[in-house]
């Protein structure tokens, strides 16, 4: 086959599924990454990255792959590179496209790959009528954070409207409804390969599907009625969030000329050293002297709300688990509060000393003598 082996490109075969598809676009695109590239190879990454964007992007779509396997690309020919990724859903690769410093997602680096725009909702094109983009910004947290909520402040870039001209994207409002596309923002275009005439809508090349054309761009955001600007957020963190759990802030995403977008925090609950949590629980392990795991007592423990006395009865074993009650996660969205689990370790006391060797002895020849022999299996 000529021209381009969307297959071959994303490393799949001729019959993978549309989850072998997905699994094979997302390693592809991790390692592609253009904010992965080394310095030197920027232009090679966005090169790569744009390629397997492009082959998933027909290959995702029933429509498109249909037509591709029937004509291979020859059969894409006359679709520009707007038209494959108008309907192309990465809705399922969000997390790729944030995480990667700066706060900003697909969008971002859509438009410095393709020069274009990508949308909200799921990430598709972004059509005439849509808001802006949402953004996803991950927050990390301790446990005691997410023990008892907190509130962190945020900084994040997003695009807010344009101050010099309002969002309009023009510098003195003059703007007119295109004359080629009149107002539609698109055109038919026919083509014939072989036999076969093709007809598909194409973004108009004159307004670039805006519909209308700008006289007089705005200086500042060159007509797209965007300007990008620090924010700074407070948020609340609700006590009893978890790793991957999402906060929406309205309004917070990117401007659009249909509203803004909303903003997503995504949160990663850092592991603790001392504590595990499991649900509204948190376990942990004490190490008990054997004095008292025999005889038994009080021994002070810590706990997410500093230190608590732990009773211990007599002759407690090793791996015992211990409750204490209510001193776990305080879930404010459950309305519940979980409990500490504690693993009791027996500490074996090591260089003693000839009188506390002595004891030791008589005490081992005292329960020779009585019915508690030790047994060693
Ligand atoms: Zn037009
Ligand atoms: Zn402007």
Redo the contacts with the bound molecule.
């Keep these: 086959m000529s021209g381009k082996d969307y297959y071959e490109i994303l490393g799949a075969g001729r019959n993978a599924t549309k989850d072998d598809l997905k699994q094979a676009y997302r390693k592809m695109a991790m390692q592609y990454h253009p904010d992965k590239a080394p310095a030197d190879k920027k232009k090679d990454y966005e090169e790569k990255f744009k390629e397997i964007s492009e082959a998933y992007a027909v290959l995702s779509n029933d429509e498109k792959k249909a037509q591709y396997d029937k004509f291979g690309s020859a059969g894409m020919g006359n679709v520009n590179q707007e038209d494959i990724f108008r309907n192309a859903d990465f809705s399922d690769f969000q997390d790729i496209f944030s995480g990667y410093g700066r706060g900003f997602g697909f969008d971002e680096i859509f438009k410095g790959v393709f020069g274009g725009r990508m949308g909200r909702q799921g990430y598709r094109y972004e059509t005439r009528g849509d808001k802006g983009e949402d953004l996803e910004y991950t927050l990390s947290i301790n446990l005691k954070d997410s023990a008892f909520g907190t509130e962190k402040e945020i900084r994040f870039f997003h695009n807010v409207k344009c101050p010099e001209c309002n969002g309009s994207g023009s510098r003195d409002g003059k703007i007119i409804t ?1 004359d ?2 009149h107002g539609r ?1 698109v055109i038919q275009t026919y083509k014939r390969a072989g036999f076969i005439t093709f007809t598909s809508a194409q973004t ?1 090349p ?2 670039h599907g805006q ?1 209308n054309l700008n006289q007089n761009p705005c200086k500042v955001c060159h007509g797209t009625g965007r300007a990008k600007k620090e924010a700074n957020v407070k948020v609340r963190v609700p006590g009893g969030i978890n790793s991957g759990d999402n906060l929406k802030m309205t309004g917070q995403g990117n401007y659009g000329k249909y509203g803004q977008g909303d903003l997503y925090i995504k949160i990663n609950v850092m592991e603790d050293n001392f504590f595990k949590r499991k649900g509204d629980d948190v376990y942990c392990n004490v190490k008990i002297p054997f004095t008292l795991a025999i005889l038994g007592g009080k021994i002070d423990v810590p706990t997410l709300r500093g230190t608590a006395v732990l009773n211990i009865s007599e002759g407690t074993q090793p791996g015992t688990i211990l409750r204490m009650k209510e001193l776990g996660i305080h879930n404010e969205m459950r309305r519940n509060v979980g409990d500490q689990f504690v693993v009791a370790e027996i500490e074996i006391p090591m260089g003693l000393n000839e009188r506390q060797k002595k004891l030791l002895i008589d005490f081992d020849e005292e329960m020779k003598k009585s019915k508690h022999r030790f047994k060693f299996w």
């Design positions: 295109c080629k596309c923002g108009c004159k307004c519909g």
